[in-house]
């Protein structure tokens, strides 16, 4: 047992716990974009790179044996930030010192996202060893909270400040730099804040040796228990079909705010996709999140399904909207644009934690967060690497049209796969 008299208050390392995890994540996830195609990418090498720094979310759950079997998760927390840390550095170092190729800065990052993966499983399990289950409820929204804001701090605030970095030194190379260095001190912060305030958990876990290759073997029984659901491959298809608009969005939305407007771009400034995208649209996508998560709990995946289908799928018509109707200069009505575009999204992605109840069975209260995340990156990673290429190919207005006819599509499949029929189903057995 943890000395009550040393135990800090769960309000003061869950935020600090959850800001070292979702820095650097917004980094690889939202801020690697920008990063990529300022620095020469091309939009179908950018849209390639950013996919593929999703793909340790997607394997990060055939690894939880080994994470589970390091023993002392605050020891191997403190261990991975410091690495985390020092590849934020070694980004700052690079991007200041060098002249930049994409490749290798993609390398850089792919390290970080697999770090982040890595920090994800141990603060997941260092969550469960400290807190019990009832305690788990109460402290989900902190939770919850911390990340959002965290968000918000580094792909919004952190991305303006870039923006008048470029204004200030001239040189987008030595703004990036500055930035970067801000990021990693920021987040150096966190992790000395978690060096103090941490404790060991209630049950130490004696050390156990477990290769990487090991350990994904143990884990396959997941992909095995899969495959023997009843109608997993309609299920799996429904779930592509419906991330798919979105899929196809999360890249090119960013190209789209970049692009000159004689390129059918909205020649959006580093600042504005950062308060748009970043501040905006993160909020928007938390209160539909939450918004959802209220009603599924009100309602049950019954009366919801439908409704999180339409409203995910549809997303992506602001964009349409912005495409034909060019908002250039008006900050006002993108950000409105924006913030719609996001509460949609927010609100229909309630409907994969149906999917994953449905895949994971009894257990999904324990299994839905190694299951969730892995689930919709791996159903958008493809689509998001092919996003690119599409947009060079087609243009941004017809590009977002062609995103726009995904979604009755998806509809068809949901309907023709009985989809609703069998996740409520599964459901009813739950209760």
């Not at 943890?2 to 935020?15: A, C, E, G, L, R």
């Not at 049209?401 to 499949?413: F, G, K, Q, R, S």
Request: one cysteine or more.
């Amino acid at each position: 047992m943890v000395d009550k008299k040393k135990q800090h208050s769960p309000w003061v390392w869950i935020p600090t716990l959850c800001a070292a995890e979702e820095i650097p994540t917004a980094v690889v996830t939202f801020v690697a974009v920008l990063m990529l195609l300022q620095f020469g990418a091309s939009i179908e090498m950018a849209s390639i790179y950013c996919g593929l720094l999703f793909l340790p979310w997607v394997l990060k759950s055939f690894l939880r044996s080994k994470v589970r079997n390091q023993g002392n998760f605050k020891m191997h927390l403190h261990i991975v930030e410091s690495l985390m840390f020092a590849c934020l550095i070694g980004v700052a170092l690079y991007v200041n010192e060098c002249k930049v190729v994409p490749f290798i800065l993609f390398v850089f990052l792919f390290v970080i996202a697999f770090l982040c993966a890595w920090h994800g499983l141990l603060a997941r399990m260092y969550y469960n060893r400290m807190l019990y289950p009832l305690q788990q409820k109460i402290y989900n929204k902190t939770k919850m909270f911390a990340s959002q804001s965290t968000i918000v701090l580094t792909y919004g605030v952190l991305i303006i400040v870039a923006g008048f970095f470029e204004v200030f030194f001239r040189s987008y190379q030595k703004a990036w730099a500055m930035e970067s260095y801000l990021v990693a001190g920021v987040f150096f912060v966190f992790c000395a804040i978690n060096y103090l305030v941490l404790l060991n958990p209630r049950v130490h876990n004696p050390y156990r040796y477990e290769s990487l290759i090991g350990a994904f073997k143990n884990e396959m029984h997941i992909v095995e228990r899969i495959q023997q659901k009843p109608h997993i491959k309609a299920v799996i298809m429904s779930a592509f079909f419906l991330l798919l608009p979105q899929a196809l969005m999360f890249n090119s939305r960013v190209f789209f705010l970049l692009a000159d407007p004689e390129d059918g771009g909205m020649g959006c400034s580093v600042q504005e996709v950062g308060f748009a995208q970043g501040a905006i649209g993160v909020i928007a996508f938390s209160v539909g999140a939450v918004v959802g998560r209220y009603l599924l709990e009100k309602k049950g995946g019954k009366a919801m399904f439908w409704p999180f289908s339409i409203f995910l799928t549809l997303s992506p018509v602001f964009y349409m909207f912005m495409s034909h109707n060019p908002l250039i200069g008006n900050l006002v009505a993108l950000c409105c644009m924006t913030f719609f575009a996001q509460l949609f999204f927010g609100f229909g992605s309630n409907v994969c934690m149906l999917f994953v109840r449905y895949i994971s069975e009894q257990r999904y209260r324990n299994d839905i967060n190694f299951l969730y995340v892995p689930l919709v990156a791996g159903a958008m990673i493809v689509p998001m690497m092919a996003s690119g290429w599409m947009v060079t190919l087609l243009g941004f207005k017809t590009f977002f049209i062609v995103n726009i006819a995904c979604a009755p599509v998806a509809w068809v499949v949901l309907w023709c796969m009985k989809t609703k029929k069998i996740i409520v189903q599964d459901e009813r057995k739950k209760e």
